[in-house]
């Protein structure tokens, strides 16, 4: 079956320190793949994604991934974390081969401490 | 900006009620989706809709069906709650595939 994997249930990290988020993927073909954040009581807000092209794709807020074709992962980073940045990140992988279809991780809180 | 709103933010309802959640998108979208958010679960498909009257069942449509009379409205109804349906309920919209915009979210408890 293909999955969308996020090791980590909670990520916690000071504020003004490098933050990672990790997440890999089983998925068939060439996917797309995103991440997504959700504050409290929130819907899904878009922050990246890649496609094709550079492996390292820049987004919202300061945030940036690393594509890894052959570890099969997509980790989110940002140089220097924000309490403000606290918050549910999911990451998820759209696939093109056979039927259309989003495949959501299972989500990492992020918690940066002040 | 894309707008996608959902008629309530919180709901409470009984077991055994039928429920409708209402999403709304104002971008002219043919996409649109539903999903349960559950804690440890992510996100869950349970119905989408390429067009007007067309549906499609997700990955857990058990216990929903979905009306869709006109382009903007994509409705989920739950024919006879349950507490087992108790969940974040998000609504979200595409005109290509693959880049959904998602409403804020519907909160659904059944007791």
């Known amino acids: 079956a293909q999955s969308v994997a996020q090791p980590e249930d909670q990520v916690n990290v000071a504020e003004g320190n490098p933050l990672t988020v990790k997440c890999t993927y089983s998925v068939s073909g060439n996917p797309y793949l995103f991440w997504y954040v959700q504050y409290p009581n929130r819907g899904l807000q878009f922050l990246l994604k890649?496609?094709?092209?550079?492996?390292l794709v820049k987004g919202s807020y300061g945030f940036e991934a690393e594509f890894n074709k052959s570890q099969t992962s997509f980790h989110l980073k940002k140089p220097s974390a924000l309490v403000s940045d606290s918050a549910l990140y999911f990451c998820a992988a759209f696939t093109t081969s056979g039927t259309y279809k989003y495949i959501f991780g299972t989500g990492t809180r992020l918690k940066v401490l002040a | 900006d894309v707008k996608v709103t959902q008629s309530s933010r919180y709901l409470v309802k009984r077991t055994g009620e039928k429920v409708f959640l209402e999403c709304v998108q104002d971008?002219?979208?043919?996409?649109m989706f539903w999903y349960r958010q559950d804690p440890g679960l992510g996100l869950r498909l349970i119905y989408f809709?390429?067009?007007?009257?067309?549906?499609e069942k997700g990955d857990i449509p058990e216990g929903y069906s979905v009306s869709r009379e006109k382009k903007e409205r994509f409705s989920l109804i739950l024919e006879s709650a349950s507490t087992n349906q108790t969940s974040m309920y998000l609504c979200?919209?595409?005109?290509?595939?693959?880049?959904?915009?998602f409403g804020p979210g519907t909160r659904l408890t059944v007791t």
């Open positions: 890649y496609i094709t092209g550079d492996n």
């Open positions: 809709s390429y067009d007007v009257k067309m549906k």
């Open positions: 971008m002219d979208h043919e996409n």
């Open positions: 979200a919209s595409s005109l290509r595939p693959y880049e959904q915009y």
